[in-house]
């Protein structure tokens, strides 16, 4: 069984369009983070959720929101996509008072 | 806010052992961890230290020096499929985690 699981593994959209990632854990994890990866390997944490409500939320530009329906899942919805956008973005999750994380296998998105 | 600063690249041969080092700079601190990413993977957690010293795991260790916001990954007897690249992250404030920039290790034969 998938721990943590991201669809879809690769998106490629044009500017301007709205695209949606969805993300789902099956640890039990109380917490659910969002990371973008850009192509210089630098890992960014853009949003993290506790138990449905988030408690981080990086500098991170309005066209990024994300949405939790409930603490096993965490979803990124991205408007008006940019070229700048494209990178991977891994969706995350951990125990509150356990320091690892799970990461899922990434979303690739380019945007053209 | 936080920083952490770690060697962009390493290279090393077989068999051998390799150091990667970390130091930080935060607002809280909950501890250090390291991340191990292959090409096209996801990251996988390899280590966490929350107090001062030496954490093993198999061929891994882990080094921790609070005082000095400084903490290491030693990698022995290295092995082809150690090339990856590997993360140091810290835990502060509101359990945010920063991660390092990256450690891209390059294991040759």
């Known amino acids: 069984d998938t721990a943590v699981s991201q669809t879809p593994k690769y998106l490629v959209t044009q500017m301007g369009n709205d695209k949606s990632i969805k993300c789902e854990q099956n640890l039990g994890h109380d917490t659910m983070y969002w990371y973008k990866q850009d192509s210089k390997k630098f890992l960014k944490i ?3 959720y506790n138990n449905k409500e988030l408690i981080i939320n990086e500098t991170v530009p309005n066209r990024f929101s994300p949405k939790s329906p409930d603490k096993a899942h965490l979803n990124l919805h991205i408007n008006s996509l940019e070229l700048g956008d494209s990178a991977v973005y891994f969706c995350a999750s951990s125990h509150p008072d356990q320091y690892e994380q799970y990461f899922g296998p990434g979303t690739r998105l380019t945007v053209t | ?6 060697p962009s690249e390493v290279t090393a041969v077989e068999g051998a052992i390799v150091q990667i080092n970390c130091t930080y700079q935060t607002s809280g601190f909950y501890g250090l961890s390291w991340y191990q990413q292959h090409d096209g993977g996801a990251p996988t957690f390899l280590s966490y230290n929350g ?7 198999g061929r891994f260790s882990s080094f921790l020096s609070r005082s000095d916001s400084y903490g290491y990954l030693l990698l022995q007897e290295l092995q082809m499929k150690d090339s990856a690249s590997y993360f140091c992250a810290v835990k502060g404030n509101a359990g945010k985690s920063t991660f390092g920039d990256g450690t891209t290790l390059t294991v040759k034969p």
């Open chain 1, 46 to 48: 853009m949003f993290s």
């Open chain 2, 51 to 57: 107090l001062d010293g030496l954490e093993e795991t």
């Open chain 2, 1 to 6: 806010g936080q920083s952490l600063e770690q």
